[in-house]
């Protein structure tokens, strides 16, 4: 079992930063995959970035270039960077973990048993 707890969601300016932040429970965290899926009012949950031991990040197209998700295996956590943040980007987030063989299917939210009960993150215009 994998127990999932986030923080530092809150309301900021358009243009403004933010970091989440998810630590998780259990023994096997650095062989996970990790993500991040957002969820507006109204609309589906949507992937927005993955990390796993070994390669690069997956991210959704809208979180390129102003997101960043890392690492910090010795204290099982993962983080979301956000800069630049837009009011579309108004949501709660979910932290997210799985054992995931073929990287290609890392965004599917179907492919993760694992869940955090999700932080709000509201931008105003």
């Known amino acids: 079992q994998v127990q999932l707890v986030e923080h530092g969601g809150g309301l900021v300016q358009a243009g403004g930063s933010l970091r989440l932040s998810c630590a998780a429970s259990?023994?096997?965290?650095?062989?996970?995959?990790m993500a991040w899926f957002r969820q507006a009012p109204g609309k589906e949950r949507e992937f927005v970035a993955a990390i796993r031991w070994i390669g690069s990040p997956a991210y959704a197209d809208s979180a390129k270039g102003r997101f960043t998700i890392s690492t910090d295996n010795a204290k099982k956590t993962v983080y979301l960077q956000m800069n630049n943040l837009k009011p579309e980007d108004t949501a709660v987030y979910y932290c997210?973990?799985?054992?995931?063989?073929?990287?290609?299917?890392?965004?599917?939210?179907?492919?993760?048993?694992?869940w955090g009960q999700g932080t709000q993150v509201a931008i105003s215009s």
């Open positions: 259990g023994r096997t965290f650095a062989s996970y995959t």
């Open positions: 997210a973990a799985s054992v995931i063989l073929d990287w290609s299917r890392a965004p599917e939210r179907g492919r993760y048993p694992y």
